[in-house]
Nanobody, 115 residues
Framework: QVQLVESGGGLVQPGGSLRLSCASSRNMLDFNRMGWYRQAPGKERELVASINLGGVTTYADSMKGRSLIFRDNSKDTVWLHLNSLSPEDTAVYFC?????????WGQGTQVTVSS
């Protein structure tokens, strides 16, 4: 059983920043990849950013230059730093962990960008 617990969401003004964290109940070195996805109302879940076991990162085009994903294996935690947020970034953000083809998900944390 893997538990992923997200935190750090909330209400932020346009142009603001947030840092989301995801704590894993399992040693992160067991995961091939960890990532953050988001889902806005009426839209499909989409990748925001991911980082693999070797530290190689991938970002959605819309998030390049505005986000940073990083991990601390000693704390079994992965973070997502979001900058220059706009209302279009409003969504529930989910932490994801993969062991080969098995995906684990957190419960999600709401990010709302509004003035």
């Amino acid at each position: 059983q893997v538990q992923l617990v997200e935190s750090g969401g909330g209400l932020v003004q346009p142009g603001g920043s947030l840092r989301l964290s995801c704590a894993s109940s399992r040693n992160m070195l067991d995961f091939n990849r960890m990532g953050w996805y988001r889902q806005a109302p009426g839209k499909e879940r989409e990748l925001v950013a991911s980082i693999n076991l070797g530290g190689v990162t991938t970002y959605a085009d819309s998030m390049k230059g505005r986000s940073l994903i990083f991990r601390d294996n000693s704390k079994d935690t992965v973070w997502l730093h979001l900058n220059s947020l706009s209302p279009e970034d409003t969504a529930v953000y989910f932490c994801n962990a993969q062991i080969y083809r098995t995906n684990y998900w957190g419960q999600g944390t709401q990010v709302t960008v509004s003035s």
